[in-house]
């Protein structure tokens, strides 16, 4: 399905930083990063989340399931960096505004 296919890019574009250091490049991800990555997992949870829902067949239910709980998973851990990497220090509020505003979605 298309949420399955978006999640495996998603994959592919959080390796890139490994890949860039085996080609001698320096990348250090830092806020606006882990901010990408925070935005790109919600919209892929969401998705699973509807396909979760509208299936019936119980097998694949449980397969959808258990790739849903592994992206809520990433995207706690993807929470915690953000907080980490925070702009403002010491503040557990993190502000996508910016972000969603280079990617042209709502606040």
């Known amino acids: 399905t298309e949420c399955m296919q978006e999640l495996m890019e998603q994959v592919q574009i959080e390796y ?36 979760h829902n ?23 851990e993807l929470k915690h960096q953000l907080i980490h990497s925070n702009p403002r220090s010491g503040s557990r509020f993190v502000a996508l505004d910016e972000v969603l505003t280079d990617l042209k979605l709502n606040p």
């Open 54 to 76: 509208q299936m019936v067949h119980p097998q694949k239910r449980r397969d959808i399931w258990r790739v849903l709980r592994s992206t809520i998973y990433r995207i706690l």
């Open 16 to 51: 890139l930083p490994a890949e860039a250091a085996e080609n001698g490049q320096s990348f250090e991800p830092g806020f606006q990063h882990y901010a990408l990555l925070y935005i790109k997992y919600l919209q892929i949870y969401r998705k699973l989340e509807d396909c």
